[in-house]
């Protein structure tokens, strides 16, 4: 009975959260929005140089617990996994956390992590292309590169301020690649997050665009005709924002 009414309890809150999250707004505070976006003196760090930095670190195969900049006792992170299922050659995993208690080797390992650390390292500018080959390769049944494959960036954020549906595609290879992406019977244009600039204007149906070689697009799906508005470093498109850092 404790358990029954455990689990009911538990329900009713995710229930409430839900509720509120669904009806929850932005607030402006006027002492915060009176803050300026960049504070003067300030320093940004160097975030693609942190990521090439942990990019390093965690796909190194000689690294040690006795190695100077260790601080973990099981090295190196990553392994090999010889086991070649769903693909004919050997690919890599790593734990999805540091001290998962049963991922150490083979093939005791998520797409969440391996896809993750892969594509983050190649918009880091970061050559991937043999490790994208293998790991895709072993989850191939999740994901399998095509002309028409893409990543539903919103399909599992529950919760994120309104957007458009917003893609990525990522060109593995060495020579640039063309994608299709089919907008329906209503005109849309299609804006690269990445590249900040429109790759398609007012189109309908099946539409194509091409890839550079180690490249991805983050494609968002914007209203033909929107109205552009700049706030800061954010870009809205009918008061939606489609980008964080191309703002005027």
């Not at 002492?31 to 976006?37: F, G, L, W």
């Not at 999805?96 to 390992?109: K, N």
């Not at 990522?170 to 640039?176: A, D, G, I, L, R």
């Amino acid at each position: 009975m404790g358990k029954i009414f455990g689990s009911c309890r538990m329900v009713m809150l995710a229930v409430a959260m839900y509720s509120c999250a669904a009806i929850a707004a932005q607030i402006d505070i006027p002492r915060i929005e009176s803050m300026p976006n960049m504070p003067a003196p300030y320093q940004m760090r160097d975030w693609k140089q942190v990521a090439r930095d942990y990019d390093n670190y965690i796909f190194s195969f000689t690294r040690t617990a006795s190695s100077s900049d260790s601080w973990w006792e099981k090295y190196p992170i990553v392994w090999w996994d010889t086991g070649r299922v769903n693909y004919p050659w050997d690919t890599f995993g790593m734990p999805s956390y540091i001290g998962h208690p049963s991922m150490h080797g083979g093939g005791t390992h998520e797409a969440i992590n391996c896809l993750g650390a892969v594509l983050g390292g190649a918009l880091a500018g970061i050559d991937k292309s043999n490790q994208f080959v293998a790991v895709t390769g072993q989850y191939k049944p999740l994901f399998e590169f095509s002309s028409e494959t893409n990543l539903d960036c919103l399909a599992t954020d529950y919760f994120h301020s309104k957007a458009y549906p917003t893609y990525l595609y990522y060109n593995p290879h060495s020579e640039k690649k063309t994608v299709n992406i089919d907008l329906g019977a209503e005109h849309k244009s299609i804006y690269d997050a990445v590249e900040n600039k429109f790759l398609v204007t007012n189109a309908a149906g099946i539409q194509s665009f091409s890839i550079e070689p180690n490249s991805a697009v983050l494609a968002v799906l914007t209203p033909a005709s929107g109205n552009i508005k700049y706030d800061g470093k954010k870009t809205l498109i009918n008061g939606v924002v489609v980008d964080y850092i191309k703002g005027k």
